[in-house]
Nanobody
Framework: VQLQASGGGLVQAGGSLRLSCAASASSVSTNAWGWYRQAPGKERDLVASIISGTGGRMANYADSVKGRFTISRDNAKNMLYLQMNSLKPEDTAVYYC???????????WGQGTLVTVSS
């Protein structure tokens, strides 16, 4: 499975970005999926996840992004999204998507997308 995240960029604090994730040979509708991020010098952390078969109602967020980020998916397009609003400089990181099993990433990491939030 190849994972391709896109949609990152440079944005001012308070701005918004929408990230997209394409997953080849896997379905975003039948597995749990999540967005991770890795800031410079830090570990990769899960920031949002969505459970399969719930129509997007069973989404979970890290406290640091709760109320600002929204994870969603388009089953017809087999795409995963992360809407990020009210961005803060501490959101600066490379963002990755992956499927989840027992809370752990399933596939090899694909290409992430860099989000840079300026103050």
């Amino acid at each position: 499975v190849q994972l391709q995240a896109s949609g990152g960029g440079l944005v001012q604090a308070g701005g918004s970005l929408r990230l997209s994730c394409a997953a080849s040979a896997s379905s975003v509708s039948t597995n749990a999926w999540g967005w991770y991020r890795q800031a410079p010098g830090k570990e990769r952390d899960l920031v949002a996840s969505i459970i399969s078969g719930t129509g997007g109602r069973m989404a979970n967020y890290a406290d640091s992004v709760k109320g600002r980020f929204t994870i969603s998916r388009d089953n017809a397009k087999n795409m995963l999204y992360l809407q990020m609003n009210s961005l803060k400089p501490e959101d600066t990181a490379v963002y990755y998507c992956n499927s989840l099993a027992y809370g752990r990433p399933v596939y090899s990491w694909g290409q992430g997308t860099l989000v840079t939030v300026s103050s």
